[in-house]
């Protein structure tokens, strides 16, 4: 990011950067034991082949994507604000496409067409597989998150690309990957290398498993000061959340949001229907369990759950959309074993988005 000239581009590249691969091992003693050498290479490979299927999956996905930047002022205040919001589905001829469905005016006269270009874009899915052997990846112990056992490693580029001479960019942060799928579900680093008026903030990305297969990420947060060689500072903030993946077919109808009586892809399957607030309609709604880990940074408040529920009335999907992100996955999981009674609109039985809110309170 400029120090005179916020650079959104940018500061999504190093969003982009996240989602990464590494080669080059040394094992290392972490707090649950070590591994040796060939072991953690061995889940190198695995999670990279995993990225590349990852990737590949995601090309016949359609997804919702709410960006928001913001530069913050010396009180806390927002000071200036670009607010996307957009659908990336598919035309008629299977090509990818981004649809815009909400785009205020922007507060921040400093983004250009570049920005707008790579905001427009879906890198921070993007595993690049042939950057493997750029980094050096360093395995540094295991940690329990919630109910997943995870790997951690260190990743830093074996080469800072000299920016005079060529425009790559690198990770350099760490990551989590599971211990039974190995796949990476955490990341949190920046993109390198850094110049005297560019600065990057630290990303932390969270990713979801989506249809039993695939860790997509599903949020990304930077909250960040960003000091410049010449003494200057920028605080920059952003959110970026990725919701509502669905598998689509080769070829689609694109149709105006809001025209739900209209099949959306090419099997007939509608849209679902507004239900806003579900709660009240539940027929079944089991509390969240509080997660130990939540209890002990003392996390509280209320967490909002966009679901969509199927003409039987089983919720198919779960995606927290606010609250305190130690909650969230336990009010998702919660979310998922409520049931309804069907709906249906002019005698037919159709599928339901809303929303379901769960209020976390410790004792």
């Given at each position: 990011m400029k120090n005179e000239r916020m650079t959104t581009r940018l500061i999504i590249s190093a969003l982009a950067l996240v989602v990464l691969s590494a080669f080059g091992v040394s094992a290392q003693t972490g707090s649950n034991g070590p591994i040796d050498a060939a072991e953690a290479e061995r889940i190198i490979r695995a999670f990279t082949a995993k990225e590349a299927e990852f990737r590949r999956a995601l090309n016949s996905y359609s997804f919702k994507r709410d960006a928001l930047i913001q530069s913050i002022g010396m009180g806390g205040q927002v000071i200036g604000e670009y607010h996307r919001v957009s659908i990336f589905t598919f035309d008629d001829q299977g090509n990818r496409y981004e649809k815009i469905s909400f785009f205020p005016m922007s507060t921040m006269p400093e983004v250009t067409a570049e920005d707008i270009e790579d905001l427009g874009g879906i890198k921070p899915f993007a595993l690049e597989p042939s950057k493997i052997d750029k980094y050096n990846?360093?395995?540094?112990?295991?940690?329990?998150?919630?109910?997943?056992?995870?790997?951690?490693?260190?990743?830093t580029p074996k080469v800072i690309p000299d920016p005079k001479k060529i425009k790559e960019r690198l990770f350099s942060g760490r990551i989590w990957v599971d211990d039974q799928d190995l796949q990476i579900v955490k990341t949190k680093g920046k993109g390198v290398p850094e110049t005297k008026i560019n600065k990057f903030p630290t990303v932390e990305t969270y990713r979801q498993h989506i249809d039993g297969r695939y860790w997509f990420p599903?949020?990304?947060?930077?909250?960040?000061?960003?000091?410049f060689d010449n003494g200057g500072s920028l605080h920059v903030r952003m959110k970026v959340r990725y919701m509502d993946f669905t598998p689509a077919s080769a070829t689609l109808k694109v149709t105006e949001i809001g025209e739900n009586d209209v099949p959306s892809t090419s099997t007939g399957v509608a849209k679902p229907i507004e239900g806003g607030v579900l709660n009240s309609k539940a027929i079944s709604l089991p509390k969240p369990v509080f997660p130990a880990e939540a209890k002990r940074v003392k996390a509280s408040g209320k967490v909002t759950v966009r679901v969509v529920v199927d003409e039987n009335g089983k919720v198919i999907s779960a995606q927290a959309t606010d609250g305190p992100l130690p909650l969230r996955e336990a009010a998702e999981a919660a979310a998922?074993?409520?049931?309804?009674?069907?709906t249906t609109q002019d005698g037919i039985?159709?599928?339901?988005?809303?929303v379901l809110t769960y209020d976390f309170r410790q004792d």
């Open positions: 990846i360093r395995y540094v112990g295991k940690e329990k998150i919630d109910e997943l056992d995870l790997y951690i490693f260190d990743v599903t949020y990304s947060y930077a909250d960040e000061e960003l000091v998922r074993q409520a049931t309804f009674e069907p039985t159709v599928k339901v988005a809303g």
